[in-house]
């Protein structure tokens, strides 16, 4: 593919220096983000850190035995890559499939999967690497009843400031 004029840097109009490739070095990862109790995420890409428009990627990290409610992020194409401890996902309308997924394991959630994220260990924290397909923060709260009981999760995020259920 050739770059139009105003992406060829041998035209001048970009100033690739300022607005090419950027590293996010670990210890600088935003935590001022949307979390949810027993959940702690972290934003190393987004639209205000690098300019991000089409996707947003960081880390959560989710504390031992927490397990959220039901629910989908929208038309948001989601991947977690596992990076230590055991993490299991049930998904479906009742929440009927579930799947586990250790250190080195990616899992892909599609748009609008209904589904609910636990922590499979009672002792240990999860660490994971989360990516979005859009830099909104999307998660929309569904009446399923959970097949492993949720701890009160709140979603708090942009369209629920005070916490969804």
Known sequence: MTPSPEQDPGHGATDW?????RVVPAGQLDGNVPSTPGMERKAAIDFARVGAQKLWAGTVTIHAN???GAHHH???ESVIYVVRGRARMRWGDQLEFTAE???GDFIYVPPYVPHQEINASPTEALE???CRSDGQAVAINLDIAPVEKPEQVLWIDP???QGGV
């Open 17 to 21: 220096k300022h607005h090419g490739v």
């Open 66 to 68: 927490a397990k959220t």
């Open 128 to 130: 994971c690497v989360l």
């Open 101 to 103: 997924a250790g250190p």
């Open 159 to 161: 369209t629920h400031p």
């Open 74 to 76: 929208g038309p948001l």
